[in-house]
């Protein structure tokens, strides 16, 4: 099935006229750049004269990843040097003709460079400064590296992920770094809405560490309050039954969540245990919980005498929460994923790409997919063009001295 095409550049989207400047490189900040230029933002991204590493990394298209095509969709890309005083003194300029600055250096590296916040906001109040770092700007950890593992193995992510008495394993994703861009967005949303209340700028200060902390649920609650420490539970969800995923008669497995008490008494009838469904034990999950494995026993029975879409299917007839394993083939040729807009087409030097669609959907200001991430200082003569009125000699001094690209 074909992509959809692409909304017509004339709808209107909430970030329209909002300006950023991106700096940083990777993931955290640059994500959180993403959903701002995908619903409207004009995002300027400052790049080393090397380019991002992202231009690399991974799934290879030539010699450009196709991640980079995702993440730098929609933002216009400016190749300089920021060790030089004169990038740095570009790059304050770029930053005072903007609403917004996202950066996600280490804790120090904008002050030594002349770019701290504090001097921004002096010179302009109105600015919004998000800095994304592993463990924010204050604290004993301030000016530690870090990358999404650790602070996702230091908020405790990495230690309940995994089979009990296995080592634990990580997701394969930078999930911290994905986190800490949306909270960084939130953050960025949340000062702009007090900005145009007050005209007063601010600094948002997001840690990766906190960002996992946000998602940890009743993880820390518990330790405090209980001294329960949560643990490692394979495809199980600790203290909620049934909550798992079952193999099937054709080696795929399904996960099924019907942790209530309706939808469990609804599972056991389903699977053929009426005895199970009235058992007045486990008419409530705290004794479910106790008879997990005698559970879990019985819905493995029933799964795994049946292929996984009958097992699906029976499930989602009677309002039970159920789904199968997808890998990422099986997610982009879901018919239902392809109906509510998963690809979009844009184009980036010459070429086509597919590429998925950004999250949430608004009915009235969506946001959309203009163009690929682009060529390394695509719009580096363009923008200091038109944002700063620097005229060709004064760029081409600029090339010629190797401060931009």
Not at 321 to 327: N, S
Not at 331 to 339: I, L
Request: with cysteine; net charge negative.
């Amino acid at each position: 099935m074909p992509a959809p095409p692409i909304d017509e550049p004339s709808r209107p989207r909430p970030l329209d006229g909002v300006r950023v400047l991106e700096l940083g490189q990777l993931i955290a900040g640059p994500f959180a750049g993403t959903m701002l230029a995908y619903f409207g933002a004009e995002v300027v991204k400052l790049e080393p004269l090397a380019g991002d590493p992202i231009r690399t990394w991974r799934g290879m298209d030539g010699d450009t990843s196709v991640w980079w095509r995702s993440l730098s969709r929609n933002k216009r890309c400016v190749a300089l040097d920021l060790h030089a005083e004169a990038g740095q003194a570009l790059a304050r300029r770029l930053a005072l003709d903007s609403d917004i600055v996202v950066e996600n250096f280490r804790p120090g590296t904008l002050e030594r460079w002349g770019l701290g916040p504090e001097a921004l906001l002096e010179s302009k109040p109105s600015l919004v400064v998000a800095r994304v770092s592993g463990f924010g700007q204050t604290g004993p950890y301030r000016e530690r590296a870090g990358f999404a593992a650790v602070c996702e193995a230091m908020s405790g992510l990495r230690y309940i992920t995994g089979t009990p008495g296995e080592p634990p394993v990580r997701s394969n994703l930078s999930l911290g770094d994905t986190l800490g861009g949306l909270h960084g967005v939130i953050g960025i949303l949340l000062a702009l809405l007090h900005r145009d209340r007050t005209g007063q700028g601010q600094i948002v200060d997001v840690a990766l560490t906190e960002s996992v902390l946000n998602v940890m649920e009743s993880v820390l609650p518990e330790v405090r309050a209980l001294g329960i420490v949560r643990q490692p539970s394979g495809g199980a969800l600790t203290g909620v039954v049934p909550s798992n995923a079952y193999l099937c008669k054709d080696g795929r497995s399904v996960v099924i969540g019907a942790n209530t008490d309706r939808l469990f008494a609804a599972l056991m009838r389903v699977a053929g245990r009426d005895d199970l469904a009235s058992d007045p034990a486990l008419a409530s999950n705290p004794g479910r919980v106790e008879q997990v494995e005698r559970i879990d026993a019985a819905i493995a029975s029933w799964t795994g005498s049946r292929a996984s879409d009958e097992v699906v299917l029976a499930l989602s007839a009677a309002g039970i929460p159920a789904g199968p394993i997808y890998d990422a083939a099986a997610v982009a040729a879901d018919p239902h994923f392809q109906e509510r807009g998963l690809w979009e087409v844009a184009t980036a030097e010459g070429r086509a790409f597919e590429l998925p669609a950004l999250a949430p959907k608004l009915t009235t200001t969506p946001g959309r997919t203009e163009w690929a991430g682009p060529a390394l200082g695509a719009h580096t003569d363009e923008v200091l063009r038109e944002r700063l009125g620097l005229d060709a000699a004064a760029i081409l001094e600029l090339r010629g001295r190797g401060v931009i690209r």
